[in-house]
């Protein structure tokens, strides 16, 4: 399947990288492909500069958002969370009619650590990206666990635990089921909803950090028990 991934932070690249190994055909979207391939210096979180990650998969096509956002039948949102609305919006033509993964979160580092969220309570970043683009279909999921399980589930407690889907179209929530659980190994996708219940996995997050501050892992997730 031809998919596009606008991000070239840490998700956007395990999500190419086990894409591409699937045999999809990947375009990794982000805001100036020179730049960013000439980059020298290592992200917040310490990753490595795009480039460096880029030479060790040499099968990642780099290229602008709208091309990526054009390529794909199926694309996935991998922005910083500040980023998402003025992006998406800015792609809602190559966006239209297309499902949309929303892996973000609306994280703001601007205090420090841990950070706060900018989007709470009564909204959520997913509903404020869906109210962007009204003619993509958005669907909420992943973003409640580290990337490297997001496209291995069964590399943690061999999948018994649990992933989320919000979105307002069924069709488009089927589709990301079955594709999460083809190509990434979820068994336990739990339907929230609407995309207003990204507020639910997105409020998520400041547990999620504070559990990352007391395991001094990031190799954990949910399990909902029946
Ligand atoms: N890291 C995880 O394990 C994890 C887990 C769950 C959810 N998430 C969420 O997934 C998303 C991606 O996280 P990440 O750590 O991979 O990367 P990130 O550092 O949060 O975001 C990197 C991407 O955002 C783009 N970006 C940043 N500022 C921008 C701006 N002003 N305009 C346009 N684009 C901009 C960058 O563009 P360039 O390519 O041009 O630099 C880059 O492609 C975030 O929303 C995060 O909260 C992360």
């Known amino acids: 399947m031809k998919i596009g991934i606008l991000g070239t932070g840490m998700v956007g690249?395990?999500?190419?990288?086990?894409?591409?190994?699937?045999?999809?055909?990947?375009?990794?979207?982000?805001?100036?492909?020179?730049?960013?391939?000439?980059?020298?210096?290592?992200?917040?979180?310490?990753?490595?500069?795009?480039?460096?990650?880029?030479k060790d998969n040499p099968k990642a096509k780099l290229?602008?958002?709208?091309?990526?956002?054009?390529?794909?039948?199926?694309v996935i949102n991998a922005l910083n969370g500040h980023a998402c609305v003025p992006v998406l919006k800015a792609l809602a033509g190559e966006l239209r009619g297309k499902?949309?993964?929303?892996?973000?979160?609306?994280?703001?580092?601007s205090k420090g650590m841990p950070p706060t969220l900018f989007a709470s309570n009564d909204t959520s970043l997913g509903e404020q990206i869906q109210a962007a683009i009204p003619g993509t279909h958005v669907v909420k999921a992943l973003n409640t666990m580290n990337a490297f399980i997001q496209v291995d589930a069964k590399s943690l407690a061999n999948g018994a635990h649990s992933?989320?889907?919000?979105?307002?179209?069924?069709?488009?929530?089927?589709?990301?089921?079955?594709?999460?659980k083809t190509a990434y190994g979820w068994e336990?996708?739990?339907?929230?909803?609407?995309?207003?219940?990204?507020?639910?996995p997105e409020m998520f997050l400041p547990l999620w950090l504070r559990l990352w501050g007391s395991l001094q892992i990031p190799s954990f997730s949910i399990k909902v028990v029946r």
């Open 163 to 180: 992933s989320f889907v919000c979105g307002d179209d069924a069709g488009a929530k089927e589709r990301v089921t079955a594709f999460l």
């Open 188 to 200: 336990d996708v739990i339907d929230l909803g609407g995309i207003a219940n990204s507020r639910g």
């Open 13 to 54: 690249r395990i999500h190419a990288a086990k894409l591409i190994e699937l045999g999809h055909d990947v375009l990794i979207g982000t805001q100036d492909p020179a730049k960013t391939l000439a980059r020298t210096d290592k992200d917040m979180m310490g990753n490595v500069p795009f480039g460096a990650w880029h």
């Open 63 to 74: 290229a602008t958002m709208a091309d990526a956002a054009a390529h794909g039948e199926l």
């Open 99 to 109: 499902d949309l993964i929303d892996i973000s979160n609306p994280l703001d580092f």
